[in-house]
């Protein structure tokens, strides 16, 4: 007799927001996320008192750069190596990095090339963190539950925004940017005991029997290059997307261990993607949503409240409004754990999403432009968990890296080029016909969403 080394689809775990484990690295991730917010307000005072305007905005700009250009290589170590440990190493690496430069600017004034080399460091790091976090969720939870983490993920997320600016000017007033920068190093660290206390679900435990999806569906893939074999039939027995399911403790024990290289590993997690029925759609319709979102809400809303006269305060209402709607959407998945049909929603309010954009240029001042934010908050925050949500489900953890760090050099890397572009269009055109642009954009990022059978008919595990 072979025993399966999937679990039977019935497993069901505590609900996230009652899970001990999930609360420790949820606590871990927001204390990570509010050091980096004061980490960024360090950065630009320190930056702007060290040199000038146009340094400084180099030096806030140079981390993007390794972030862009290693992403893709950082989901490769995250699934080599697995997430928690690649997240520790991270937060260990950032907490030093800011702590010395605290020190040194306590002792000297040593100039921009100290904080130019931490940006480079952050950013560096940030190509290995991101993906790693991105994977975490799923080892430190059952799939049931992954919905409700993305709804928690993204409180955490706007707590880090809402206190992290304070916090950061707080310190900078009290002690400079060196007092910052030690305040930053020490949240970091707080994260790093947190996430050493998290349990990993070390078994391939799969809590759905049957995943629409183009590859095998498995179970953890352990903390190391050692879980890799096991962790899926694709990646034991045959190339990403074969039709592998059930494979049996015997078959995989005689199967013999591939040696990868990182390469390899690279080319193998986008095959995957690429010929996934559903992650390979998902990243499209992500990708146009990103693009069409980002340039009007960051730079085109500077531009918009300039031109109406909102004043930077009526700008700060407005981003308020989109923050508010954000959260509750995250609340909403918090409280529900499960929505269904979630590609069918996902697409839908991508789409009526774009229509709010589009809406935001033409609204007739700042209450009204706040009320659409905050609508544009709720379909944004709702669609952006619900397709995080699909993502962490559908894919295979053995490339639960490598899939998370396309997702987000998509949205890190790509879309901010969104930002420059949307504002040279709108001093040749105005505001108003750029952000109808930019929602078209968006909307088709629904369009793929509803139009793929696959995604559209794609279902969060409960």
Not at 192 to 207: H, K, N
Not at 259 to 276: F, K, N, S
Request: aromatic residues 4%.
């Amino acid at each position: 007799m072979t025993s399966t080394l999937i679990a039977p689809g019935t497993a069901i775990g505590k609900p996230a927001h009652r899970d001990p484990n999930v609360l420790r690295w949820l606590a871990a991730y927001t204390s990570s996320m509010v050091g980096d917010s004061v980490y960024y307000i360090a950065l630009s005072w320190a930056a702007v008192q060290q040199g000038s305007p146009a340094q400084a905005g180099a030096v806030m700009a140079v981390s993007a750069v390794p972030r862009a250009l290693l992403m893709l290589g950082g989901g490769v170590i995250a699934d080599r190596f697995g997430p928690r440990r690649v997240v520790i190493g991270s937060d260990l690496v950032r907490c030093a990095a800011g702590l010395s430069v605290a020190a040194l600017l306590f002792l000297t004034s040593p100039g921009l090339w100290p904080l130019a080399l931490l940006a480079v460091v952050f950013g560096t790091v940030d190509a290995v963190f991101m993906p790693a976090v991105g994977a975490l969720p799923a080892r430190v939870t059952t799939r049931d539950q992954l919905a409700r983490v993305q709804g928690m993920r993204g409180l955490a997320i706007r707590f880090a925004s809402v206190v992290g600016g304070p916090l950061g000017g707080l310190a900078v007033a009290l002690g400079g940017a060196a007092a910052a920068f030690g305040l930053a190093g020490l949240l970091i660290a707080v994260s790093v005991p947190l996430l050493i206390s998290v349990r990993m679900r070390e078994s391939a435990v799969d809590d759905q029997a049957e995943v629409d999806a183009g590859g095998a569906d498995a179970g953890d893939a352990g903390e190391g290059a050692s879980g890799r074999g096991a962790a899926s039939g694709a990646a034991v027995l045959g190339a990403p997307g074969s039709e592998a399911r059930g494979v049996t403790a015997t078959a995989a024990d005689k199967a013999p261990a591939r040696v990868t290289t990182p390469l390899g590993d690279l080319e193998a997690g986008l095959r995957y993607i690429r010929a996934h029925r559903v992650l390979a759609p998902l990243m499209l319709a992500i990708a146009l949503g990103d693009l069409g979102f980002v340039g009007p809400l960051n730079v085109g809303l500077t531009l918009l409240a300039d031109e109406r006269g909102w004043g930077a305060s009526g700008m700060g209402w407005v981003l308020s409004g989109f923050g508010v709607g954000a959260g509750a959407a995250a609340l909403l998945l918090t409280v529900r754990g499960r929505l269904p049909h979630a590609g069918h929603v996902a697409g839908w309010a991508i789409l009526a999403g774009s229509v709010a954009i589009g809406a935001l240029a033409f609204v007739p001042g700042v209450l009204a432009a706040v009320g659409v934010a905050l609508l544009v908050g709720l379909l944004a925050g709702l669609s952006g968990a619900l397709c995080g949500a699909l993502l962490q489900t559908q894919a295979d953890p053995a490339y639960l890296g490598r899939v998370t760090a396309v997702s987000s050099l998509v949205s890190l890397g790509f879309a901010p080029l969104s930002m420059p572009l949307s504002a040279a269009a709108i001093g040749a055109w105005g505001t108003g016909p750029v952000f109808v642009g930019s929602a078209a954009v968006c909307g088709l990022g629904g369009v793929v969403a509803l139009c793929v059978p696959d995604l559209r008919r794609a279902e969060l595990p409960g």
